[in-house]
């Protein structure tokens, strides 16, 4: 059974620019998470989806990040435009109960 | 304060040692807690979970919560260069809702 995929693993862009980040969950999780990693802390939860729905987005940083889940399957994570302090590590788990799955993760870098 | 603290101070152990790692939390109302443990430039990946208070055990690794405490603790016996990985406590109120996270403590086993 495949894991949780993100692509791309690695992205590298300038300050202003967009970038988009891909999730692919676990088949048959209605659960969707997205992460984020910034250097020197711990890993912080951005929101929750449950199927298409957004459960919880309280850890949003600011509205320049949009995340969307289409038909409850795939979810893109965006950040337009980006600015120096989005760079970090970002990563997507899945869960059908309480256990996470989490994928590698997508560094960010911006420049 | 922060939810979850775990000391991210690097532990380099020979092999063969018990390795010990620990975190503390302020939120009561935490129930789920994890362990993960994550490769570098790897996706954090699920190595131990309790729900409540008590011990779990698997294979060579024991996982303790003491509610009353706000402590929880990781056990690696007959530590093996393979476990030589970052080691990440995490928690959540509901099983289905976000987890918090520790720093990690980054292990290394020396053969």
């Known amino acids: 059974e495949a894991g949780v995929t993100q692509f791309p693993s690695h992205s590298v862009i300038e300050k202003g620019q967009t970038v988009t980040l891909r999730c692919d969950p676990i088949s048959g999780h209605d659960n969707l998470y997205w992460y984020r990693r910034v250097m020197g802390k711990e890993i912080k939860f951005l929101l929750h989806?449950?199927?298409?729905?957004?459960?919880?987005e309280s850890g949003m940083p600011n509205n320049r990040f949009l995340a969307e889940r289409t038909g409850g399957t795939y979810s893109t994570l965006k950040v337009q435009p980006a600015e120096l302090e989005d760079s970090g590590v970002y990563f997507c788990?899945?869960?059908?109960?309480?256990?996470?799955?989490f994928g590698q993760g997508t560094r960010l870098t911006v420049v | 304060q922060k939810e979850v603290e775990q000391d991210p101070g690097p532990l380099s152990v020979p092999e063969g040692a018990i390795v010990s790692l620990n975190c503390t939390y302020s939120n009561s109302a935490f129930q789920y807690f994890m362990w993960y443990r994550q490769y570098s430039r790897k996706g954090p990946e699920l190595l131990m979970y309790?729900?409540?208070?008590g011990n779990k055990e698997d294979g060579r690794f024991t996982a303790q919560v003491d509610k009353s405490s706000k402590y929880i603790s990781l056990f690696i016996r007959d530590s093996q260069p393979s476990d030589s990985a970052t080691y990440l406590c995490a928690m959540s109120e509901d099983g289905n809702n976000r987890l918090a996270f520790g720093k990690g403590n980054q292990v290394v086993v020396i053969p």
């Open positions: 788990a899945s869960s059908q109960d309480w256990l996470a799955f």
């Open positions: 309790t729900y409540s208070s």
């Open positions: 989806f449950v199927k298409e729905s957004k459960q919880d």
